[in-house]
């Protein structure tokens, strides 16, 4: 008996001892949970779930025309639900063997014992979000949409896919380093990219996901929590048609004259609107022309000649100079400044020359002497003139990289010299970018107003306009009209009979200057070896309506001089503008009325048309073209003989006269697309007869009634 009360006695402390510990439990979790319940909730809740950003899609850049210049195309993040219950074992025993082998084919980064031992491991694992290729494009995603298992979808064949953004330059290397990019995470924002990167980038949004196995996260729904809102598109000033003739152009002159770098740039007179802008330097690691420094921005230099119109503007501006003046330079065309000699590279004649001839033949020693003669007394006048024309002022672009004008002044005991003046009128012991002396060569283009460079149009949303910008005025008059007529006359006389003569047969009128500067080598100073050889200017002349410079920096095949060296990379450029620009035309068409029938002779006419036109004018005539397609009518006793017109492929046709429908059809056989201003028969080509034809290229037809 007293055994059984023993058993019963350690049975209830027992059973008093496990209810008092469940009392304990039950009254710590209702503490807990008073007291450290909403604490305990938020950090599970942040250890489990989190938000994450949602990239906006960054906005397009855009040329003038529209045409994407850089756009962000999709990327895919691929994964797999390789633990899904709604895939079957037996199924994906059968299925994994070929999924693997179709993996490795597609993205080549794996082998396919290697992708199968990682499908059949994660299935092992329980793993619900296996990543099977980090930056897939979207063609591949079509042909993973095809494959074994993931055929079926997001649920019974586990495909997950996460799309992201990468960054694109459909035309790859045109204008890429104005263009530019931004890597926001490193600081770096280049080109339009950077400069308009908060414009581009538009807003990110925000999703929940959720950690799952192997400390994935995992997205909680289909939608997003907060949309991302899409970048903006901005619209460049970059004519894309021009912008690929500056390219090849430069590149073929830079590896013809083996040169190290150089830039080619075209800028709206009026509106300081850059249409292109090209900057290629050799690249050793490649072998080739490259995109990879804005030289044409932030490259400042030396200019040499090119500067000697600033001079001639100072010189004219204070009444120092006529142009009808004469000056003595002397047969050997040198003279000394405190032991240091100034000299031509060719005499001139006797050396007698007038001042123009001084400009357009670009004699060192005759500005040089002008210049010095004029300032040496007062040398700060003459920098206070350039000071006026802005010549030392940043043009304050939108782009980050300018490199900044050196015009250095008297005032400044530690840097200027005796020599330092006439140095100066020639275009060394100063430096300023392409850019810069561009913009200076515009003003003068445009009358004296200095215009802002403009590589931005417009800021678009979903095509609609936020914002145009509009032309910026620098200086409102860097000189007296009648010191830029005269210099303009000057510019004019360098291309038809000074250092320019290259481009004097072209079919508009140019206006420019030439400049070729030697290089300095450090401590070591000027060699023989390097130059840089520019020529800028601007088109048509007696009504300019763009400007131009090119630059190439150390050409060593042999020829050295801005008008053997840039010009013909100018003339290129020009070349293209004019040629698919109608309205620039400084020539006019002359109206000529023919009033005798026989005035169809000479022309070419459709054979058919020719035969039904000439019979129902009852104009006798006789036919010797037989099986010719085109044919031209001739005179001779009888009436008219048609005789065969032929054309060969590549060269372009004398179309005056011809009708509308004839000139066409014509044009387009031979790959050519025409442009169709006025009525009647064509009586001007924009491209001259007998010139080589392209496939594609534009010619411009205008029709009067003749």
Request: contains cysteine; hydrophobic residues 40%.
């Amino acid at each position: 008996m007293d055994e059984k009360k023993d058993i019963l006695r350690r049975v209830y402390l027992l059973y008093a001892f496990m209810l008092l510990f469940g009392l304990a439990i039950v009254v710590r979790i209702a503490y807990i949970q008073v007291t450290q319940g909403e604490e305990l909730r938020a950090k599970a809740e942040k250890q489990e779930l989190r938000f994450f950003s949602v990239e906006a899609v960054r906005g397009n850049v855009l040329a003038d025309d529209g045409a994407l210049l850089a756009t962000s195309v999709p990327v895919f993040e691929v994964r797999m639900d390789v633990a899904s219950p709604l895939i079957s074992q037996p199924f994906f025993e059968a299925k994994s063997d070929s999924l693997a082998l179709m993996l490795s084919q597609l993205f080549h980064n794996k082998s396919k014992a290697s992708y199968l031992n990682d499908l059949k491991r994660a299935r092992k694992q329980g793993n619900r979000y296996l990543l099977l290729r980090n930056r897939a494009t979207y063609a591949q995603v079509k042909q993973l949409r095809k494959f074994p298992i993931l055929r079926k979808g997001k649920y019974k064949g586990g495909l997950i896919l996460l799309a992201h953004d990468k960054r694109e330059k459909p035309f790859r290397e045109l204008a890429s380093r104005t263009i530019g990019y931004e890597n926001e995470s490193e600081g770096l924002f280049v080109g339009i990219e950077g400069a308009y990167h908060n414009v581009l980038k538009g807003t990110d949004g925000k999703q929940l996901k959720r950690r799952i196995n192997n400390g994935d996260w995992k997205p909680m729904f289909d939608g997003n929590e907060i949309e991302p809102q899409n970048g903006q598109d901005v619209v460049t000033t970059i004519d894309i048609n021009i912008q690929d003739v500056a390219e090849n152009a430069l590149r073929r002159n830079l590896s013809e004259n083996n040169a190290e770098e150089g830039c080619a740039v075209l800028m709206e007179v009026a509106t300081g609107r850059i249409k292109a802008i090209a900057n290629l330097s050799w690249d050793g690691k490649s072998g080739r022309y490259v995109e990879n420094y804005n030289y044409a921005l932030a490259e400042s230099v030396e200019p040499g000649s090119t500067f000697k119109l600033a001079s001639m503007m100072a010189l004219i501006e204070d009444n120092k100079v006529r142009l009808t003046d004469t000056i003595d330079i002397g047969r050997a065309a040198y003279t000394v400044y405190y032991s240091r000699t100034m000299r031509d590279v060719y005499p001139i004649r006797d050396g007698k020359i007038t001042i123009r001839e001084a400009f357009e033949k670009s004699s060192n020693v005759a500005v040089s002497r002008l210049v010095y003669d004029a300032y040496k007394e007062k040398p700060e006048r003459f920098v206070e003139q350039l000071y006026k024309m802005s010549l030392n002022q940043p043009l304050d672009l939108e782009l980050a990289g300018e490199g900044k004008p050196y015009i250095k002044h008297p005032s400044d005991k530690q840097h200027w010299y005796g020599t330092t003046l006439p140095w100066m009128s020639i275009g060394y012991e100063l430096s300023l970018t392409p850019l810069q002396i561009l913009t200076f060569y515009n003003a003068v283009a445009n009358n004296g107003k200095m215009v802002k460079p403009l590589f931005v149009d417009e800021i678009r949303q979903g095509g609609m306009v936020l914002k145009h910008f509009e032309t910026q005025v620098i200086n409102k008059s860097i000189a007296s009209q009648s010191t830029i007529d005269s210099v303009k006359s000057l510019m004019e006389g360098v291309v038809t009979r000074g250092t320019a003569r290259y481009l004097r047969n072209s079919a508009f009128t140019i206006a420019g200057k030439t400049g070729t500067a030697q290089i300095a080598s450090g401590k070591q100073g000027y060699n023989k070896t390097n130059y840089t050889a520019s020529f800028v200017g601007y088109f048509p002349a007696s009504n300019p309506q763009y400007s131009c410079i090119v630059v190439v920096s150390n050409p060593s095949s042999g020829k050295i001089y801005g008008g053997a060296v840039a010009a013909p990379v100018f003339k290129e450029i020009a070349d293209k503008v004019y040629a698919t620009r109608l309205d620039i035309h400084d020539n006019k068409i002359e109206e000529q009325k023919e009033h005798n029938v026989l005035a169809l002779t000479g022309k070419s006419l459709f054979h058919e048309d020719a035969n039904q036109l000439y019979s129902e004018l009852n104009i006798p005539f006789h036919n010797e073209a037989s099986g010719s397609v085109w044919v031209k009518a001739k005179a001779d006793t009888v009436g008219l003989a048609l005789h065969p017109a032929t054309y060969q492929d590549n060269l372009i046709p004398n179309m005056r006269g011809m009708n509308v429908r004839d000139a066409v059809f014509l044009l387009e056989n031979m790959g050519l697309k025409a442009h169709i201003s006025g009525h009647g028969q064509v009586a001007w080509q924009s491209l001259k007869a007998g010139s080589v034809a392209a496939k594609g290229q534009i010619i411009e037809l205008k029709l009067l009634n003749l």
